[in-house]
């Protein structure tokens, strides 16, 4: 029986059916223009770039150009590359520069595509971003597509992680501009640390092309961008910790794969309670005091690194270093770390040498840089499963695109084993079938430490000549997948998503040409060369299409259907035989995990022996729907996420507005003189109450706070004995006393000068009070979560308590800048230029050196040398000097000077 929805489709067609129809009409206005445009010499069919400026600049819009400028792409592309776009990759483009996501099956030339809206929206001179996700496409894509952009007059750029500054601005000031996520992300952040519009790198963000937009949108945007700064080094604590946790039995821990958590029973917790004491760690009688809470901290992060992570498998040891890998394409990423300890609980566990802890100075997550953009559209092979996600958090549509040719790959049924060693025989025996008929085969594992063992199994099978392709030998995978399609090949891959080249049948001839070919000049023997290596490509393809085409056998299910669809996706392209086929067994992790327990006595009761499988479509339908629990599960961590990080974003905008206004401010003097104003009044007020009684000023008080804050000594207890004298002519005489010494040193300083270094203290104030404010409300958001116990809503409680603790932070700012304002010392012989700032890029923690700023005018704050504590007068602050944040405040208060004097200076 056909449901009404499928009897709909089946009339009517689905969605993408009809967006894909809508769009037919251009496609063939597209194709009528091709034997004009044809006819056009080269310069003239470059000259149409300066025609289509002049257009707009006219008034006319993209849309209208649309179809001209797709036909003129095409013909370049095909004059400088040789490639001809198809109708369905203008269909694609078309779905790109709507604000879309086009779906596409890999091999149907999503590279290529991108080329015709990019080169649309560049014509508009504000800058296109073609993001990808890693270094390598980035700069294969800039220089391979920018010979076409070059052709049709418009400059291309590329980021990479190692360009300074100077280069990363040119190459954002080009026409079109290459980067991964993770560079655009950090050149925001860092831009919105720099002290003068000059140094910032790039200039808005108007339109940006996602490639393999699930991979950077979805599973990237669990964890936040961060830059952050080092702590103190702390490697001693935490080897002692790890040796701690070795001893450990099964009975004093608990692991919950599921959830990713691993936590302390009560037999566990009072055995580390011991441990502890006898270590002289332990603070108080019980692990969970309030004292104790860094340690409880990182034992859980300790427990985590021996318990939850494992080597080969989550990271690697490399070079005396903790190298985490991609879950989702099993590469390793130098440089990224994880936060908050547990990266250091890794390096103890493996005993290399422990990198400091980090301080977070400027965060975001994906979600929200990425909305930033005036303009947003991406490309992969799979986003259907998650186009719920791309409609509520992006707004963007998912659209499959037709293939140019029909699919006509054999998708086999999973075949289902009881062990993992019957699934490895069956697996092996598959692997031998395959090749003794030349078919290629590539197999894909979901880790390292599985293709490794698959590769070890095969040698002692006596199979041979096979490549393997992870994380360790990230710098061959280019040629390692481009050749997979050759006759008899056996390859063996980690994960298959976004690795950028295509596996053709035969093998790629291009990259033949260049590993073959690449020492050889020009001239007839490297002609011939290439002849002959043209020659055995198609030879080889021939044999390869005669033995079915590219098989995928995948020796596991991924938590993710994506995953396993772009595996798959890499058989079958343009048109190509091929058969893809599922190993799984009931030890396997997504089976043990979201599997039934009973299963197994189950298949034995049914009679299952040893070594039969079960092949089912039922079966199919059944994992299908353990895998949408967990990327339910993922979505619903990336909402909240997000959620949170909403509320910080709001304020981030005020920040990071606030900070470009200043700096491209001419005067500061009126902000100066506003943000004065309003801390005089404020601190009157708070000591001399509106229409109070004299009896209830504190005049004592008020006259300490202008001594200690502004360096002004005023008769206040005076004053407030005078007959008839109100709060308000005290705040009277206090303002024109501020203002008046305001005045003379700004006279004394001359105003360039004095703006200048009104800016300065402004950006450099506002950075720390933000870094302190990001710190703080990462403490909140660990302890709001706690607040739902008392049926109360802890993202309300957060966006309650991070609005107050917002508004403290602007008052702490006017106060601190009016404070300095009032007390700094000029330095006749300036000293030498600030060192960078010690930055790092995380994701969730990502190390690199971040730009600092270019000071030309440098101050000394009066307390900001070094004065032994013998030397310091409690009473008065400006023979203080230099004080740790932490240090007991030398007013003789009890409290630390963070939360006494350390507040207002």
Not at 128 to 145: F, G, Q, S, W
Not at 441 to 464: D, H
Request: aromatic share 6%; glycine share 8%.
């Amino acid at each position: 029986m056909v449901s009404l929805g499928g009897l709909a489709r089946r009339l009517f067609g689905s969605s993408h059916d009809r967006h894909i129809k809508s769009l037919r009409p251009r496609v063939a206005e597209i194709n009528a223009l091709a034997e004009q445009i044809a006819k056009l010499g080269d310069e003239e069919l470059k000259a149409k770039t300066a025609e289509f400026k002049q257009r707009l600049a006219a008034g006319e819009t993209l849309d209208n150009l649309l179809v001209e400028a797709f036909a003129v792409t095409r013909e370049a592309a095909e004059r400088v590359m040789g490639l001809r776009p198809f109708d369905v990759q203008l269909i694609g483009g078309m779905v790109l520069h709507d604000r879309g996501i086009a779906e596409m099956r890999t091999g149907e030339g999503k590279t290529l595509m991108a080329t015709l809206p990019v080169y649309l929206n560049a014509l508009s001179g504000k800058g296109v971003h073609v993001v990808t996700v890693n270094d390598y496409l980035a700069a294969r894509d800039a220089e391979t597509m920018g010979r076409l952009y070059g052709f049709l007059g418009l400059s291309t750029g590329v980021i990479t992680h190692d360009m300074d500054s100077d280069a990363r601005r040119a190459a954002y000031a080009c026409d079109i501009t290459y980067a991964t996520n993770n560079e655009l992300g950090f050149d925001y952040l860092r831009d919105n640390m720099l002290f003068e519009r000059a140094q910032m790198v790039q200039r808005g963000h108007y339109y940006a092309i996602v490639d393999e937009v699930d991979s950077i949108l979805i599973d990237e945007a669990r964890t936040p961008l961060i830059i952050s700064g080092p702590l103190e080094d702390r490697s001693d604590f935490y080897n002692r910790i790890d040796t701690f946790i070795p001893a450990l039995t099964a009975e004093d821990y608990e692991v919950d794969e599921k959830q990713k958590t691993a936590v302390f029973t009560e037999i566990g917790t009072e055995k580390m309670e011991q441990t502890l004491a006898a270590a002289g760690l332990l603070h108080g009688a019980d692990l969970y005091d309030i004292e104790n809470v860094s340690i409880v901290h990182h034992l859980n992060n300790a427990l985590r690194a021996h318990k939850l992570f494992q080597r080969d498998k989550d990271y690697i040891v490399r070079q005396d270093e903790i190298i985490i890998i991609d879950e989702f394409t099993g590469r390793m990423m130098p440089g990224r770390r994880y936060s908050e300890g547990l990266h250091q609980a890794l390096e103890a566990k493996e005993h290399v040498t422990i990198q400091p802890e980090n301080q977070t100075l400027a965060s975001i997550t994906f979600q929200n840089y990425f909305r930033m953009y005036g303009k947003l559209s991406g490309m992969t092979g799979t986003a259907s499963t998650e186009a719920e996600e791309f409609a509520s958090i992006y707004n963007l549509d998912v659209v499959e695109i037709p293939t140019n040719l029909p699919v006509i790959r054999i998708d086999e049924d999973d075949e289902i084993y009881r062990t993992e060693e019957e699934k490895y025989q069956a697996i092996i025996r598959d692997i031998r079938e395959a090749q003794a008929k030349g078919q290629p085969v590539l197999v894909g594992t979901t880790s390292i430490e599985k293709s490794e063992y698959l590769a070890e199994r095969l040698r002692r099978e006596n199979v041979r000549n096979f490549q393997v392709l992870n994380a360790r030998y990230h710098e061959q995978e280019a040629y390692i997948v481009a050749q997979a399609g050759v006759p008899g090949a056996l390859t063996i891959a980690t994960n298959m998503a976004g690795r950028g080249t295509d596996i053709q049948l035969g093998g790629n001839m291009d990259m033949r040409i260049r590993h073959e070919l690449q020492n050889m000049p020009e001239g007839a023997e490297r002609k011939a060369g290439i002849a002959a290596i043209r020659e055995d490509v198609a030879r080889l393809k021939e044999q390869a299409l005669a033995a079915g085409g590219l098989y995928v056998l995948a020796t596991e299910r991924h938590e993710s259907r994506r995953i396993d669809n772009q595996l798959r996706g890499r058989s079958g392209r343009q048109g190509d035989p091929g058969r893809s086929k599922f190993f799984l067994s009931l030890q396997d992790d997504l089976m043990r995990i979201f599997g039934s327990d009973r299963m197994d006595g189950m298949l034995q009761k049914l009679g299952l022996k040893e070594g039969e499988a079960i092949i089912h479509p039922w079966v199919n339908k059944a994992l299908e729907k353990a895998q949408k629990k967990v990327e339910a599960r993922n979505f619903e961590i990336r909402k909240n996420l997000l959620k949170y990080d909403d509320v910080m974003n709001d304020q981030r905008k005020v920040v990071f507005e606030q900070r470009s206004e200043i700096m491209d401010s001419g005067d500061l003097g009126e902000t100066v003189h506003e943000m004065r104003d309003e801390v005089i009044s404020n601190l009157v007020e708070s000591r001399f109450p509106p229409g109070s009684y004299a009896e209830q000023w504190d005049s004592q008080g008020l006259q300490d706070d202008l001594r200690d804050l502004f360096n002004l000594d005023l008769p206040v207890k005076d004053w407030a004995q005078e007959d008839g004298i109100s709060e308000t002519d005290i705040l009277e005489r206090v303002r024109a006393a501020m203002n008046e010494k305001a005045l003379e040193r700004a006279e004394r300083m001359g105003p360039e000068m004095m703006n200048h270094f009104q800016k300065l203290l402004i950006l450099e104030t506002i950075d720390t009070l933000w870094r302190e404010h990001l710190s703080n409300l990462e403490n909140l958001r660990s302890a709001v979560g706690f607040r739902g116990y008392a049926q109360r809503d802890p993202l309300n409680e957060y966006k309650t308590e991070s609005f107050e603790l917002f508004q403290a932070m602007l008052t702490n700012l006017r106060r601190d800048v009016t404070s300095k304002l009032m007390r700094f010392e000029l330095v006749e012989t300036p000293p030498p230029p600030p060192a960078p700032l010690p930055g790092q890029l995380f994701h969730p923690d990502f190390s690199s050196e971040d730009e600092g700023n270019d000071s030309i005018l440098l101050s000394r704050q009066a307390d900001n040398r070094f004065v032994p504590k013998v030397e310091r007068d409690p009473k008065n602050p400006e023979t203080w000097g230099r004080i740790g944040r932490n240090e007991p405040c030398p007013c003789g208060s009890g409290k630390k000077y963070k939360h006494c004097h350390g507040t207002l200076a």
